[in-house]
Structures are given as C-alpha cells and as structure tokens.
C-alpha cells in the first residue's frame, strides 16, 4: 500500500516538473517575439511625430495653423511622404480629428491629433437708455429695452432674463456654450420734480378797460402723478373797470411737496395796449380750417417740429370739431374768422358783421373753454368786395371791433396758396422770399380741403425760419397787430 503511494507522489511530483518547464519555455518564447517584434518596430516600422501635441483647442475665430511633424524610416527622413486626412471648420465649435499617415515597405503608419474648437468668450449685454434711472416712488419700472449678442450665437436678446427688484434690474445671458454674462440697472425711487403749470394764452395780458377779463386756462401736469391742473389754486383779481396792472397766481404742490409757482400779469389800459413788435418773429397763420384732409397732418407736423401756429376757423361740420379742440389742447392759438364766411352775408351792415362773428365765437368757446377775442376779417380789413354791399364798412369795422375788445391780424407775408401758387415750391419761395429780421412776420396760409401745396411746404418753411434765425410764435392778446389800411 505504502509503495504505491509513493508511486503516484512520484508521478505528481514530476508533472509538476514538467509544467513548470513548459511554461518556462513558453515564456521564454513570448519574450523573445516581443523582443523581435520590438526589434522590428524599432527598425523597420516607419514613425510619426507629431509637433505641438496630439489634442489641442482653439478659440472660435481663430485660424487653425498646422503645428507641424515629421516623419523618419531607419534613420531615414521621409515627412515628404507624409499625408493628411480631415480638416477643421473654424466657423463651427466641435472636436475634429486630423490624421497624419505614411507607408514604407507595404507599412502604413497613422498618427492622430483632436482638434477642439471651443468658445470661452461671454455674450454681451447692451441696456437702451441710462444704467441709473430715476422713477416715481409708486410706479412700476417700465423697460427702456436691450439687447444681448454673442460671438458665436448672434443675437441672444430673446434669451435674456430679466429680474426686476425694488432697487434694480438684473438682466443675464447665457450662450450656447455655457458662457454667462450680467448686467445691472439701477433704479432710485425718489420724486425731486415740480409739477409743471402752463398758462394759455400769454403771461402777459391785455385788456382795455371795460372788458371783463376772462381766464384763458391753465393746466398742470405732474412727472408721477400726472394732470393735477385740478389741484391749482389761483389767487388775485382784475378789476377790469380801472386802469392799471394785476397779477394773478397760479399755485400747485404735488405730493411730495414739490412746488411750482407762475403768475400772469394782466394789464387793463384805456387803450387797446399791444407789446412791440417782435423782429424776427414768425406767426404762422392758417385760415377757413379746419378740414379733414389737411388739418391733422399740419398739426403733426407742427408737433414734430415743436412749433406753435395761429388758425382763424371759419364754421364747418360739427364732425370736424375735434380738431379745433385739438388745435387748442396742443398750445396753439384759435382764432375767429367767420360764421359763413359769406361776404354778402357778413359785410351787409355792421349788426351782420357782429352777428356773424359772434356765432363762430360761441362755437370755439364751446369746444376751447375759452373767449377767444382774436379775429381776421374775411378778406382782410383791406378787402374792396365789402364795398359792394355796405360803403365804409370796414373803415367803421376796424375801429368798432377795438372798442368792443378785439384784436384784429392782417398779414405781412403771403404764401399765395389761394392765388397764384400752385405747388409747394411757389408757396414755399413766396413764403421765405416775405421774411425779414426786421419785423413781425404774419405769414398768410390757408388750412382748406385738400390744400397740400402748402402742407407739403410747411415743413421746409419751418426748418428754413429755424436755421436762419427766426423764432415761431402763436398770436396771443398780447402780440403786436399787423393792420392794412382799410380800402371801404
């Protein structure tokens, strides 16, 4: 029994031997394939360097530049065998692969280097308006705008958020790329501005004595809380029976008790009292208006360009009354001209005269608020047709109507937009041609249907007086008449 035990350790022990020198010999073996194979890649492989390193990054814009390689063969030089396959694409973010290649001996070698075009550069955020702005304690900030734009995205103004706190608004953007960018306006809450009071009709006022003054109005206007005009008070009187000068005053306080004081000095003489002519001022005035077609582009244009005119109205649809009023509530003087504008009717008889004049100024004092005592007589106080219906009227007119409290306008200049002006360029010579620094110019237009010749004028005639240095003015009470001589 103990023999074969012996036996078979025998045996085991030998197997072991034997396995053991197996694997040492096929170690050996690997070893020495490797060290072949190494001898082999050594010398008979062809090699690629790569100058610059294998994984580079760009920013975007950027022009790619190859870093350079070279390429070697037992020794050998051979970078002129070299080729090379991909491309970068400066113009789009992303990882692209170039791979270097070279073959000798049916050997083909490839290196690879990743190109990474990256963007690292932060959109830009441009606020519309002031980075500090100032607004009323209790509104609401209300956007003045931006934009936001970024170097490789274009136009990411619709992907700004906008954080409105109390104190600021935050706006931030973030880019394609992750990149993020913020910008900070800041808002004070604070109310240091007066109310604003402005008086229609002159601060200067004259009346003669007997004629009972009458407010031309007023309004107010606040920065925060708006028209206040109720909230005005007017203080002082005119005793319109004697002769001498009276202020009143017109006082307002918003809230936060900013406060605006004016005063109109009204002068009552036994005279009709003008003030002197003002040299180089033009009184742009518009008669037989209002029509549809030609009064709301005239106004807009006088609007745009900040200049206050005179319109002697005549009586026309009561649809057309918003623009009298309008006319009014954007500061420009109205006027009466006629009723009817009939010189039959109106130059019959002195009672026909008045009672014609007084109808169309009860219709602007219905839609104004306001007396107006402003008139232009329908031809002008020079006119021969009234001789054909009344002898001397006119020369009888034009002292009657002062002793009842009217002021009356002639002109100076003509336009000749009822005569001989067909386009607007004859008008706007006649008009321009007219002018002089030495005195009150009182330009003649008419405010009729479809009169576009002198709408298609008005615009260059203003920015003509303003570049040569003439100043617009609306007439008032207290503007110098510009009188003919009557010719009846």
Not at 128 to 153: F, H, M, Q, R
Not at 264 to 293: C, H, M, Q, W
Request: charged residues 25%; aromatic residues 10%; neutral net charge.
């Amino acid at each position: 029994m103990s023999e074969n035990i012996e036996y078979v350790e025998k045996k085991v022990k030998k197997k072991l031997v034997l396995k053991k020198k197996t694997i040492s010999i096929i170690g050996i073996i690997l070893i020495s394939f490797l060290f072949l194979f190494s001898l082999f890649y050594i010398f008979f492989v062809p090699k690629i360097t790569l100058e610059g390193g294998t994984h580079i990054k760009i920013e975007y814009g950027e022009e790619f530049s190859e870093l350079g390689y070279k390429a070697n063969y037992l020794s050998q030089d051979i970078t002129d065998k070299v080729w090379i396959e991909g491309k970068v694409d400066n113009s789009k973010i992303g990882t692209y692969k170039i791979k270097y290649k070279v073959r000798k001996n049916k050997i083909t070698v490839t290196k690879e280097r990743i190109v990474e075009i990256i963007d690292t550069q932060k959109p830009e955020i441009k606020l519309v308006g002031n980075t500090e702005e100032n607004i009323c304690p209790l509104s609401e900030y209300e956007e003045k705008g931006y934009t936001a734009s970024d170097n490789y995205d274009g136009d990411l103004t619709s992907k700004v958020l906008v954080d409105i706190k109390d104190s600021e608004v935050i706006y931030t953007v973030t880019d394609s790329s992750g990149n993020s960018t913020s910008s900070t306006r800041k808002i004070n809450r604070i109310d240091e501005i007066a109310p604003v009071i402005t008086l229609k009709g002159s601060s200067n006022y004259y009346i003669t004595v007997g004629t009972k003054y009458e407010e031309p109005g007023y309004s107010a206007l606040d920065n925060c809380e708006g028209d206040v005009t109720n909230q005005v008070k007017v203080e002082g009187t005119v005793d319109y029976k004697t002769a001498g000068k009276y202020n009143i005053t017109y006082t307002v306080e918003d809230s936060k008790k900013n406060k605006t004081t004016v005063t109109r000095v009204v002068t009552v003489s036994n005279e009709v009292v003008t003030s002197s002519p003002i040299k180089g001022a033009i009184y742009l005035t518009f008669d037989d208006g209002p029509s549809a077609t030609i009064t709301p582009k005239l106004l807009d244009i006088l609007k745009e360009k900040n200049v206050k005119a005179t319109f002697f109205v005549i009586n026309h649809s009561s649809s057309l009354d918003y623009l009298i009023k309008r006319e009014y509530d954007e500061g420009h003087t109205v006027a009466l001209h006629s009723m009817t504008h009939n010189y039959s009717t109106v130059y019959s008889s002195m009672d026909a005269y008045f009672e014609d004049l007084e109808k169309i100024q009860a219709k602007v004092e219905e839609i104004t608020g306001q007396k107006s005592q402003i008139i232009r007589f329908p031809g002008g106080s020079s006119n021969t047709i009234s001789r054909n219906y009344c002898k001397g009227i006119m020369t009888n007119l034009t002292k009657e109507v002062l002793n009842r409290g009217y002021h009356y306008f002639d002109w100076n200049v003509s336009s000749g937009d009822a005569g001989d002006a067909k386009t607007s360029q004859e008008v706007y010579n006649n008009v321009i041609n007219g002018l002089s620094k030495n005195k009150a110019n009182v330009v003649l237009m008419h405010d009729f249907e479809s009169n576009y010749k002198t709408l298609n004028a008005i615009s260059d005639i203003i920015d003509y007086g303003k570049a040569n240095g003439y100043q617009f003015l609306a007439i008032d009470m207290s503007t110098a008449m510009v009188k003919h001589s009557p010719n009846n």
